[in-house]
Nanobody, 122 residues
């Protein structure tokens, strides 16, 4: 059974860097059949793609967040990490990691973590 578990700080101060880690069990993040995404959902808004990373480690970032977002992986630990710099209160959201079949859109993930609430506040 594939499981994804997000972890990281629940509260971040404005201008700081947010770092979240997704620990994957039951599947390898280097599988060619999937890619891995970070998604967030601000209060009252639709899900937003932040970026993705595939089996080769190739990344794709949402254009809006591209300048502040980094996604990288640790194959030995089977984890995928999201970093978001210079956070503002508008970055307050529930953050999810998800596994997506390689041929599918990021919205068509087949497995998702339970999500972690991140609040940006001083």
């Amino acid at each position: 059974q594939v499981q994804l578990q997000e972890s990281g700080p629940g509260l971040v101060k404005p201008s700081q860097t947010l770092s979240l880690t997704c620990a994957v069990s039951g599947a390898s993040i280097t599988s060619i059949n999937y890619y891995w995404s970070w998604i967030r959902q601000p209060p009252g808004e639709d899900r937003q793609l932040m970026g993705t990373i595939n089996w080769r480690g190739t990344t794709f970032y949402s254009q809006i967040l591209k300048s502040r977002t980094s996604i990288f992986r640790d194959a030995a630990k089977n984890t995928v990490t999201l970093q978001l710099t210079s956070v503002t209160p508008e970055d307050t959201a529930v953050y999810y990691c998800a596994r997506v079949p390689a041929s599918k859109s990021w919205r068509d993930y087949d497995t998702r973590g339970q999500g972690t609430q991140v609040t940006v506040s001083s």
